[in-house]
């Protein structure tokens, strides 16, 4: 570090920083100098406390002179030199009026959240601990954290899990914001924590509703007498293409590409972040076609979703099947038709726009695969939803049928009182085929 005797015209025609931070110190002042940076200039002071280097910012150099800056460092320099350690004060005193409502605006402020899942955070704080809001965050225990959770519990067991997680994650990046310079915590361990010593936490029950084979008729005649097409269209959707319910009620008609038959879940409504395109099924791109010519001039294809409240569909819908449907269930009814339909396992993580996770290979290989090469194992797994559902499909049904053909003359092989009239069905099967 540059040690010059700082003069008030040298320090006024130091350059800003492309980046980073640099620093000149005085001569005639030991520990004073002036610490460089990309948008200002400041006095500093520094000094070493309790065997620890320590550096007290003064004032920014256009704010203050440097006869006053040079007055003030002699002050921090002569308590440094007493064993005050000022940034630890500050530290300290900070954390001790940070209230949980400032720490969660930090939070949420410095941390990269969906906004949704912002929302549904400020929700949970605001809601389970609202009486805490302005309460000092150092003053909140472990027994306070412990007997919350327990009142939680009571209502909804998930909701004090998620309630909880929030806060922890809260007051974790609390602790971390309100260190010195030198790393030290200025608050105590988390008390949230308490509920891990504890165990506590509630284990979570994997979901795994789904529709029954013999749910599917029930479940498309419903959507049929439902009064509502949007809704309808929008429940096929979800069973069709397996998305989850925001990447549909997301969907625009510009993320839609009639022409080569896909549309594209964006990378701001995915949840893992990234854009997927998807080719649409024959049954899939009949449904938007349905949409476009519903409602020509929407930019939406299920118009304002997010403000569309289909909870009296949905429970006529829950009545007509005789189980308490979800939205998520269609997801999984459609990710476990493609498990039964035998698509390779590395496609249908890309089907269903899930994340490979650690896994270096399917992450590399997922990345490549194009939209194209999903199309005829989409189109599988929507043929065998209109057979469960018993849908009138006549191009399906031919289908069927040229394949039981193929099938039974592969059979009639095995006998040779057939083999006059193999070569004629062979034909046959050959031009249906």
């Known amino acids: 570090m540059p040690r010059v005797a700082l003069k008030a015209e040298y320090v006024r025609d130091l350059p800003l920083t492309e980046s980073g931070q640099q620093f000149v110190f005085d001569t005639g002042l030991s520990g004073f100098g002036v610490r460089i940076g990309t948008k200002a200039k400041s006095y500093i002071a520094e000094s070493r406390v309790a065997g620890r280097t320590r550096r007290v910012t003064i004032g920014r150099t256009d704010q203050l002179t440097l006869n006053d800056a040079r007055r003030l460092a002699k002050r921090e320099l002569a308590d440094m030199a007493g064993g005050v350690d000022r940034n630890k004060e500050k530290a300290e005193e900070r954390a001790s009026t940070l209230s949980l409502a400032e720490a969660l605006d930090l939070y949420l402020k410095d941390n990269d959240l969906k906004a949704s899942t912002a929302v549904e955070n400020r929700r949970l704080i605001n809601g389970d601990f609202a009486d805490w809001l302005d309460r000092d965050i150092k003053g909140l225990t472990p027994t306070m954290i412990v007997r919350r959770f327990d009142k939680i519990s009571e209502r909804s067991p998930s909701v004090a899990n998620h309630a909880c997680w929030v806060l922890r994650a809260v007051m974790n990046y609390a602790r971390v914001v309100t260190k010195t310079d030198a790393g030290e915590f200025t608050l105590p361990p988390n008390p949230c924590d308490r509920l891990t010593d504890l165990n506590r936490w509630h284990k979570s029950k994997a979901r795994t509703g789904k529709l029954t084979k013999d749910q599917y008729p029930a479940f498309f005649a419903a959507l049929q007498d439902a009064g509502n097409p949007v809704f309808a269209d929008f429940m096929e959707l979800l069973l069709r293409a397996g998305l989850r319910r925001n990447e549909a009620a997301s969907l625009l008609f510009t993320d839609v590409d009639f022409e080569s038959e896909t549309f594209t879940i ?168």
């Open 266 to 433: 964006r990378a701001e409504v995915s949840k893992n972040g990234k854009a997927l395109t998807l080719p649409a099924s024959s049954q899939v791109l009949a449904l938007l076609y349905r949409r476009r010519e519903a409602a020509p001039d929407a930019a939406q294809v299920f118009g304002d979703a997010k403000r569309f409240d289909p909870r009296k569909s949905l429970a006529r819908l829950r009545e007509a099947i005789g189980s308490d449907l979800t939205y998520h269930d269609l997801r999984r009814t459609f990710l476990s038709v493609a498990e039964e339909q035998a698509v390779p396992y590395s496609l249908l993580k890309k089907m269903g726009n899930h994340s490979a996770g650690n896994d270096v290979t399917l992450k590399h290989y997922a990345n490549t695969v194009e939209h194209e090469t999903l199309r005829p194992y989409m189109q599988r797994v929507n043929d065998q939803i209109d057979r469960l559902g018993k849908i009138d499909n006549p191009a399906l049904k031919a289908l069927d049928a040229v394949n039981r053909l193929k099938k039974a003359v592969g059979e009639l092989k095995e006998f040779g009182q057939y083999q006059h009239r193999l070569g004629e069905l062979q034909r046959l099967v050959a031009e249906l085929g």
